[in-house]
C-alpha cells in the first residue's frame, strides 16, 4: 500500500475575475433600469424634437422667434443628450467594475515572489520566474528617477485619486478628432495595465481606458502614493527581459537602481513612452533626443535649474549595454521537467510557480548532480572526438580502446570528413532538411545544383556538422526503494541541446530490454540454469514474415547454453527462441507492469528492443528489479510549502508489486552475470566496481544508440550515448557498442560515489521472505494439480510453499541417479506422431479432471497452463535431450497454474480496491499527465486502512485476447 500524508489544510485557490452571483442580480437590476430609463428618454427626445421642429416650421412665427426656438431647442437637446451619455457611461462603467481585478489580487500583486526549486540537500536549483525582474524599495531607488517620471508621465500624481479628469479631455479630444485614443494615462493607471495585462487589455478603445480607470481607483484605495511608485518602478518593463528600474539599470548602464544619475534617469524613463521606440541600444539618436525632452520637463516642474540642464544636454548617452538573464538553473533539464509538471498541479489548486513565492522540495542530490554534469562532459567530449576521429581518418582500423588516442588525434583530424562521402545519402538527406536549401529551391534554383553549392560551402557544411553530427549522452539515477530521481543529465550542455534526452527523448533500448523477457520466462517457470540452443533460428510472424536474429558477433555456437549465460553474454539467439515460448505480449505486459510506459509492439523482436522508450521509464523499470520486484514510479517532487513555510501539498509514488520476489532474485542474480563475465566486466575491472552489483548492456542497429543501466541495491543508474539523427552513428562497432560507450559513463560515476561515499558497498540486493505467501487456497488447487501431474507426466508433481519450485535445472532425473535415455533419431517423424497422440490422450484425461473444479477462474486458468505445458512438448519433445526436460516441464506447468491464478485473484482485488480509492479520493489525487513523476495524494483526509481482499468472483480470463500493438 502506499504511504499516506498526513492531512493538512488545502490551499485557497485566487479566486478568478468575474462577477459573484451577488454581483450577478446587480448587473441585473441595473441593466433593466438603464434600459427603462433610456426608452423613456428617447420617446421624450423624440416627441420634444417633433415639437421644436414644428414651431422651427411654424410660418405664422416670426424670423427672431423662430431663431430663438432653434437655438433654444437644440441647447437643450444637447444638454439632455449630455446628461443622457454620462448616464450611460456610468452605467457601462457599473458594468465593467466585477470585471476587473479584485482588491484582494491588488493586495497580492505586491508579493511577487518567484518558487525556489531546491535539491534534496538543500541546494537552491533554480527559481521559476516569468520575467527578470528584482525587487529594490523606494529607499534604494534613486530620487532622479522618481522626480523624472513624475515631471514627464504624471505631474498632478500626488494630488489626483488615480485617475486624472483634466487629463481625460485628451481622451475626448482624441475620439472625437480621430486622433485615437492618447494621454491621460496616469502612474496609476499605467501600473494598473503592467500588473494587470489579461483584465485590462492593451487596445485603444474606450473600453479598456474605463477598466483601467476602474483599476487605478481600486489601487488608490489600497496603496499610498510612495507605494504606487515602488510598485510601478519595479515593474515596469524595459525590453530584454529587465523588467523594473534595478534590471534596467543593469542592462543598459551597468549600475543598480541607487547609483543612476540624472542622465541616466531620463534616458530610462525617457523609454516609457515607447520602449522599441526609444530604445538607447537600438536606436542612440532617438533616445538622445527623448532625454532632452524629459530633462526639459524637469526643469518646466522645478527639479532641475536650467543652466544645470543645458551641461547635461550636451552630454552622450553613456550607455552600457549588458543583457541580463533569468536565473540559470544548476540542472536545467530536471527543473524544466518539474516545471512543466507543476504548472498543472498549480491551475487545479490555483496557485502560481511564478508568484506565490513556493519552495519546491525535490529529489535531486546535488552532490550526485555535480558528479555526473563532470562525467557526461568529460567522456561526452571523449566519445565526440572517437567519432570525429573515425570518421575523419581514412583507416577503419581502431586507434585503441581508450579515448586518449582519439583525443590527441582530434586535434590534427578534420571531423566527420569522409561521412560526407562514405554516407552521402544520410549528408544530402541533412542538406535538404535545411531551411537554407529549401528556400533556394522555392525561389526556382534547381534542386541539384542548390545541393551542391551548399555541399561545397564551407561555412555551411561546419554549422550543419555541429549540430548533426554532434554527439549527445543522458544520465539518471534512482533510490530503487523510494523511486527519488538523483541525477538527472538531460544532454552534454543546456546551452547546446534543451532537448531532455532523460524523458522526452525515446529510443529502442536494444538488449536493456531483455530483462523483460527473462522476467516473464522466470514467471513461466523457466529457471535460470535451463538451456536452448545457440543456433540460427528462423520463427515466423503473423503477417508471414521470417525474422531471422542473428547474434552480435554474426555467429551462433551451436552449443546448449543455459538462459543465465545467454543473458550475460546478450545471446540475441537464446532471446528469440525464448520469446517464442514464452510470447511476445506476455512479455509485453511484463515490462509495461515493472514500468515501461511507452506504446509496445508485441512481436518477437521486442525481445531484441525494437520498440522505444525513455531513458527514464528504463532506469525505472530496473529500479522495479533492484527493489525486489516492487513498482514506484520515478519522482521527482517531494513535497511543497507556501512562503509561510506551510506545507500544502506531498506527493509519494504508488508501491505495486510487480514481479514475485523469488523472479525479482533470480532475475537479479542472472544480470549479475553481466557484470561479472559478460557484456559489462569493465564495470568491475576498468572501473573498480564494488559491491552486489548487476546491470545490462545495450546496443541497436548500426550502433545508433549504446545503453547501460547499473543496478546496486541502493541506486540504479543508466546512461544513453548516441546521436539526435540515428542515421549518425559511430564509424567502428566497438565504439558503437553500449559496453564501450555508455558503460564508460555508469563506471566513472559509481566510481566517483564509491570514492565519495554516496553509495554504501555493503549493502545486499533484498532476498524474498519464504513465509510472505502461505498456501491458503492453494491446497485443494496444488493436490489436483499433483494428480494431474502424475497422469500427464509420470511420476510425483510435489508443489512446496510459496511461489513454487525454483531448484536449478538438471539433465537428471530426480528420483532416479540414472539418466533419462536419448530419444532415437533414426525416425524423428514418427516419434513426433508419436508425442502427438501421447499429448491428445494426456489432454482429454487431463480435462476431464478440470471439470471437477467448481471455481471457473481456477479451472479456465489450470486449462491454459495445460495448453501451453502441451505445446512445448508438441514442438520440443522429439527432440535430443527433451526428455531431461519433461520433469522441468511438469514442475513449471505447475508453479505457472499457481501464478496465473494469483494473478487473477490479485486483478480482481487490484479493481475493486481502484473503484473504492476512486470513491475516496480526496480533492488532490490525480496522476500527472506524462511520464508520471509523482502522485498526488488526498492532503484533506485520514489515512485508510486497507480493507481485506474481496473473494474473486467468476470473470474473464485476462490471457485471452489477440497479440498485436499494446499501449496499455
Not at 531471422?548 to 545471446?571: C, H, T, V, W, Y
Request: aromatic residues 8%; hydrophobic residues 35%.
Amino acid at each position: 500500500m502506499p504511504d499516506v500524508p498526513s492531512p493538512s489544510p488545502a490551499p485557497t485557490p485566487s479566486p478568478a475575475s468575474g462577477p459573484s452571483p451577488r454581483w450577478r442580480r446587480a448587473l441585473t437590476w441595473w441593466w433593466t433600469h438603464v434600459r427603462r430609463i433610456t426608452v423613456a428618454i428617447w420617446t421624450w427626445l423624440r416627441t420634444k424634437a417633433v415639437y421644436i421642429w414644428g414651431k422651427v416650421r411654424d410660418p405664422d412665427l416670426s424670423k427672431p422667434k423662430r431663431a430663438l426656438w432653434t437655438t433654444g431647442g437644440l441647447a437643450g437637446l444637447g444638454t439632455v443628450m449630455g446628461v443622457v451619455g454620462l448616464l450611460l457611461l456610468m452605467g457601462y462603467t457599473i458594468l465593467l467594475w466585477p470585471f476587473t481585478p479584485s482588491v484582494r489580487d491588488l493586495r497580492n500583486a505586491r508579493e511577487i515572489d518567484p518558487s525556489v526549486v531546491v535539491s534534496a540537500d538543500g541546494v537552491e536549483l533554480t527559481r521559476y520566474a516569468r520575467q527578470g525582474r528584482e525587487w529594490r524599495s523606494l529607499d534604494d531607488i534613486s530620487p532622479h528617477v522618481v522626480d523624472a517620471l513624475i515631471a514627464t508621465e504624471d505631474r498632478r500624481f500626488r494630488s489626483h485619486g488615480g485617475v486624472d479628469l483634466l487629463g481625460w479631455a485628451a481622451v475626448f479630444k482624441g475620439a472625437l478628432t480621430g486622433d485615437g485614443l492618447r494621454g491621460a494615462s496616469t502612474i496609476t493607471q499605467q501600473l494598473a495595465r503592467n500588473l494587470f495585462p489579461d483584465d485590462i487589455g492593451n487596445s485603444a478603445s474606450v473600453t479598456r481606458k474605463i477598466r483601467e480607470a476602474i483599476t487605478a481607483r481600486k489601487i488608490e484605495g489600497v496603496y499610498t502614493k510612495d507605494e504606487i511608485l515602488e510598485l510601478y518602478l519595479n515593474t515596469v518593463p524595459f525590453l530584454y527581459n529587465a523588467h523594473g528600474i534595478e534590471m534596467a539599470a543593469r542592462t543598459y548602464f551597468s549600475t543598480s537602481a541607487d547609483d543612476l544619475d540624472r542622465l541616466q534617469a531620463a534616458t530610462l524613463v525617457g523609454m516609457l513612452k515607447g520602449t522599441s521606440s526609444y530604445n538607447p541600444y537600438r536606436h542612440p539618436e532617438r533616445a538622445l533626443a527623448r532625454r532632452n525632452v524629459v530633462l526639459g520637463q524637469m526643469v518646466r516642474f522645478g527639479d532641475l535649474p536650467e543652466a544645470e540642464a543645458a551641461d547635461l544636454r550636451e552630454q552622450p548617452l553613456g550607455l552600457r549595454f549588458e543583457r541580463q538573464s533569468i536565473q540559470r538553473s544548476r540542472a536545467p533539464h530536471f527543473t524544466e521537467h518539474v516545471r512543466v509538471r507543476l504548472e498543472a498541479w498549480a491551475d487545479r489548486t490555483g496557485y502560481s510557480l511564478y508568484g506565490d513565492g513556493l519552495t519546491i522540495h525535490t529529489t535531486l542530490d546535488w552532490r550526485m548532480q555535480q558528479d555526473a554534469q563532470e562525467t557526461a562532459t568529460r567522456f561526452g567530449d571523449a566519445l565526440q572526438a572517437v567519432a570525429d576521429v573515425e570518421w575523419g581518418r581514412a583507416e577503419v582500423s581502431r586507434l585503441g580502446t581508450t579515448t586518449a588516442p582519439y583525443v590527441t588525434a582530434s586535434r590534427t583530424t578534420e571531423p566527420f570528413e569522409r561521412f560526407w562521402t562514405l554516407r552521402r545519402d544520410a549528408a544530402d538527406a541533412f542538406v535538404r532538411g535545411t531551411e537554407t536549401y529549401r528556400r533556394a529551391v522555392d525561389a526556382g534554383e534547381e534542386p541539384a545544383a542548390v545541393l551542391e553549392r551548399l555541399r561545397s560551402t564551407e561555412s555551411f557544411v561546419d554549422s550543419l556538422r555541429a549540430v548533426k553530427m554532434r554527439l549527445e549522452v543522458a544520465m539518471t539515477a534512482i533510490k530503487p526503494e523510494t523511486g527519488h530521481v538523483k541525477v538527472w543529465i538531460g544532454s552534454r550542455s543546456f546551452a547546446r541541446s534543451a532537448y531532455d534526452h532523460v524523458a522526452r527523448a525515446r529510443r529502442q533500448p536494444g538488449s536493456t530490454f531483455k530483462p523483460f523477457l527473462y522476467a516473464r520466462a522466470l514467471e513461466e517457470g523457466f529457471r535460470p540454469d535451463d538451456v536452448l540452443p545457440d543456433e540460427d533460428v528462423s520463427i515466423e510472424m503473423a503477417d508471414g514474415v521470417i525474422w531471422q536474429p542473428a547474434n552480435a558477433s554474426g555467429q551462433s555456437s551451436g552449443e546448449m547454453i543455459s538462459l543465465r549465460d545467454g543473458l550475460a553474454s546478450s545471446k540475441n539467439t537464446i532471446a528469440a527462441r525464448l520469446v517464442d515460448e514464452v510470447g511476445a505480449r506476455d512479455m509485453a505486459r511484463t515490462a509495461r507492469r515493472m514500468g515501461i510506459t511507452s506504446d509496445l509492439e508485441a512481436v518477437p523482436s521486442l525481445a531484441l528492443g525494437t520498440s522505444d522508450v525513455s531513458l527514464l521509464e528504463l532506469t525505472g523499470a530496473y529500479a522495479t528489479i533492484a527493489s525486489g520486484g516492487t513498482r514506484r514510479d520515478p519522482v521527482t517532487v517531494t513535497h511543497i510549502t507556501d512562503r509561510d513555510g506551510n506545507e500544502i501539498a506531498r506527493f509519494e509514488p504508488d508501491a505495486d508489486r510487480a514481479l514475485d520476489p523469488e523472479v525479482a532474485v533470480d532475475l537479479l542474480d542472472m544480470m549479475r552475470g553481466v557484470v561479472d563475465r559478460g557484456t559489462g566486466t569493465e564495470i568491475r575491472s576498468a572501473f573498480s566496481g564494488r559491491g552486489d552489483l548487476a546491470g545490462k548492456t545495450g546496443t541497436t542497429q548500426d550502433g545508433a544508440d549504446g545503453w547501460f543501466l547499473l543496478m546496486r541495491p541502493d541506486l540504479v543508474t543508466g546512461a544513453w550515448v548516441g546521436f539526435d539523427d540515428p542515421r549518425v552513428t559511430f564509424r567502428s562497432s566497438y565504439w558503437g557498442q553500449g559496453g564501450h560507450n555508455a558503460l564508460r559513463l555508469v563506471g566513472d560515476l559509481n566510481r566517483t560515489f564509491q570514492r565519495d561515499g554516496l553509495v554504501d558497498t555493503n549493502l545486499a540486493f533484498p532476498q524474498p521472505d519464504p513465509e510472505a505467501d502461505g498456501p491458503g487456497v492453494w491446497d485443494r488447487v496444488a493436490d489436483w494439480l499433483a494428480g494431474v501431474g502424475d497422469r500427464l507426466f509420470g511420476g510425483e508433481a510435489d508443489v512446496p510453499d510459496g511461489y513454487g519450485p525454483r531448484t536449478p535445472g538438471r539433465g537428471l532425473d530426480p528420483r532416479d541417479d540414472e539418466i533419462y535415455p536419448l530419444p532415437d533419431r533414426r525416425d524423428t517423424r514418427s516419434r513426433r506422431e508419436e508425442i502427438l497422440a501421447e499429448n491428445e490422450e494426456w489432454l482429454d484425461d487431463a480435462f476431464d479432471e478440470l471439470d471437477q473444479i467448481d471455481d471457473p477462474i481456477l479451472r479456465e486458468a489450470a486449462r491454459e497452463v495445460l495448453r501451453r505445458a502441451a505445446r512445448e512438448v508438441d514442438r520440443n519433445g522429439w527432440r535430443d535431450g527433451w526428455a531431461d526436460r519433461v520433469a522441468g516441464v511438469r514442475d513449471r506447468a505447475i508453479a505457472e497454474a499457481r501464478r496465473e491464478i494469483e494473478r487473477e485473484i490479485a486483478d480482481a482485488f487490484r479493481d475493486d480496491k481502484r473503484e473504492e480509492d476512486a470513491r475516496r479520493a480526496g480533492p488532490f489525487e490525480d496522476e500527472f499527465v506524462g511520464d508520471g513523476d509523482f502522485r498526488l495524494e488526498p492532503l484533506d483526509e485520514a489515512p485508510v486502512a486497507p480493507e481485506a481482499p474481496p473473494a474473486p468472483q467468476p470473470q474473464e480470463s485476462p490471457r485471452s485476447g489477440d497479440g498485436g500493438r499494446i499501449g496499455f
